[in-house]
């Protein structure tokens, strides 16, 4: 079984702040972990994906993301935020290419400050 | 390289009509799988196909039903039509040997009245 927690249904932060969307995972086995962006009335964008290679993965539009095994955890960080930004992001669990598809988190609604 | 497109992109029906929403997979892309969202949440699993037979499915009734072509494009067909489908559904497409992540459409927005 698998699960995903993501912390903070709501995150608002100054344009050019940093930004930190929280993540925490369950899985009983070794889990492939992504983050998808959504912008309004748009599909799901991949932002970057961790398959057990670098804890430390690097993703588009300047995200990146840390696995940390021990706190089960996947958070996404931005250096610098900007109005682009704005969307709903979502922390998601696979059991690496297998039958039981993608497990979602609730979301979190981003919201970028002028 | 052409993305994953969905048809058609709204759709209403009436409480107790069948509905078929469309799916072209990316190119070379030979697993595809379906996601209900409902407003205000994350997408669910529905199920997932994968060189045409069904190898995974989330926790919707058997009148949710799929089918993937040799072209590997899907369908979903839901039978009945309930208030509680309305929902964005949601394709995606991957190549499973790779593990490389999933590309989603756009999806289909569907709204039973």
């Known amino acids: 079984a698998q699960s995903v927690t993501q912390l903070d249904s709501h995150v608002s932060v100054s344009e050019g702040t940093p930004v930190l969307l929280r993540c925490n995972y369950s899985s009983s086995y070794s889990p492939s972990l992504f983050w998808y962006v959504q912008h309004p009335n748009k599909g799901l964008q991949l932002l970057l994906k961790y398959t057990s290679a670098a804890t430390l993965v690097k993703g588009i539009n300047g995200f990146e993301a840390e696995f940390k095994k021990s706190e089960t955890s996947f958070h996404l960080t931005k250096p610098s935020a900007h109005m682009s930004d704005a969307a709903e992001y979502f922390c998601v669990v696979s059991r690496g290419g297998g039958a039981d598809g993608l497990t979602f988190g609730k979301g979190t609604h981003l919201i970028i400050q002028p | 390289e052409t993305g994953v497109t969905q048809s058609p992109t709204h759709l209403i029906k009436t409480r107790g009509q069948q509905v078929t929403l469309r799916c072209s997979s990316q190119?070379?892309?030979?697993?595809v799988s379906w996601y209900q969202q409902a407003l205000g949440q994350g997408p669910q699993f529905i199920f997932q196909?994968?060189?045409?037979?069904?190898?995974g499915r989330g926790n919707f009734p058997p009148r949710f039903s799929g089918l993937q072509f040799p072209n590997y494009s899907s369908e979903l067909n839901v039978n009945a039509l309930e208030l509680d489908d309305s929902a964005l559904y949601l394709c995606?497409?991957?190549?499973?040997?790779?593990?490389?992540?999933?590309?989603f459409g756009s999806g289909t927005r569907l709204t039973v009245v």
């Open positions: 196909y994968y060189r045409e037979e069904e190898n």
């Open positions: 190119s070379g892309h030979n697993t």
């Open positions: 995606a497409s991957s190549w499973v040997e790779s593990n490389y992540g999933y590309t």
